[in-house]
Nanobody
């Protein structure tokens, strides 16, 4: 499956962005989807994940209550709505797809990756 992330940009602290990740090539609804991020000098970290149907979601503690992951299987797209952004949210954000069931937080558990989109939050 090919993944194309978009929607990043520069925003002031407290602002919002919505990231999108469009998938192609395979049956999108067969994949658990995740969003990860990588700040300069840091390892890539899990941000949020969503089950095949969208009925189960999981978030890293630092974004709970501010970020919302969702998916539209008819459009083969997963979204990450980011509100109340903070400077520490600055990173390159990646979407990822996992063929097997279960939402996992390790990068090694995901099979396909998008190219990343830059999110910069100014203070």
């Amino acid at each position: 499956v090919q993944l194309q992330a978009s929607g990043g940009g520069l925003v002031q602290a407290g602002g919002s962005l919505r990231l999108s990740c469009a998938a192609s090539g395979r049956t999108f609804s067969n994949y658990v989807m995740g969003w990860f991020r990588q700040a300069p000098g840091k390892e890539r970290e899990f941000v949020a994940g969503i089950s095949w149907s969208g009925g189960v979601t999981y978030y890293v503690d630092s974004v709970k209550g501010r970020f919302t992951i969702s998916r539209d299987n008819a459009k083969s797209t997963v979204y990450l709505q980011m509100n109340s952004l903070k400077p520490e949210d600055t990173a390159v954000y990646y979407c990822a797809a996992r063929y097997y069931s279960g939402i996992y937080s390790r990068t090694a558990d995901y099979d396909y990756w998008g190219q990343g989109t830059q999110v910069t939050v100014s203070s």
